[in-house]
C-alpha cells in the first residue's frame, strides 16, 4: 500500500490547490478498483497526508454509490495559508473556530487568529522561502 506523497507533491507544485481525478487517487494507493471501501481509504490517506478535499459527498460512500474514476475533488494543502483556513472553516466547521477565523480574515486582523494558526503560517511562508 502506498500513500498520498505524489498527490500532497503534486497540490504544493500547483500552489496549494489542484483538481484530482478517483482513478488518480485510487491509483496513488495503490487499488485496482473503486468502491466503498476504497473510498473510504482515500477520504482517511488525504487526512493523514495533511490534505482537504471537495466536494466531499465525492468520497462518501452514502452520496457516491457509484464511484466513477473520472470523478474528481479539489485537493488542498492544509498549510495554514488564507485558503486553508479558509477552507477548512466552510467544509470542516466542527473542527476549527469558524466566525474567529472568518472574521479575522475578512478584516485582515491576524490577531483573531490562535498562536498555532499564527505559528503554522509563519512556518508555511519560510518553508516557502526555502524551496
Not at 14 to 41: I, N
Request: aromatic residues 4%; contains cysteine; negative net charge.
Amino acid at each position: 500500500m502506498s500513500d498520498l506523497a505524489g498527490i500532497h507533491k503534486q497540490c504544493t507544485a500547483e500552489g496549494g490547490l489542484t483538481r484530482v481525478t478517483l482513478g488518480a487517487l485510487r491509483e496513488e494507493l495503490g487499488y485496482r478498483k473503486l468502491g466503498s471501501g476504497v473510498l473510504t481509504e482515500i477520504a482517511d490517506e488525504l487526512a493523514e497526508t495533511d490534505l482537504g478535499y471537495f466536494p466531499r459527498e465525492t468520497l462518501d460512500s452514502r452520496c457516491n454509490t457509484v464511484p466513477r474514476k473520472e470523478q474528481g475533488v479539489w485537493v488542498y494543502v492544509r498549510d495554514g495559508s488564507t485558503r486553508a483556513a479558509v477552507l477548512d472553516a466552510v467544509l470542516y466547521p466542527e473542527r476549527v473556530n469558524v466566525r474567529r477565523i472568518l472574521d479575522g480574515l475578512a478584516e485582515g486582523n491576524l490577531g483573531a487568529l490562535s498562536a498555532q494558526e499564527k505559528l503554522d503560517r509563519i512556518s508555511a511562508i519560510v518553508n516557502a522561502k526555502e524551496d
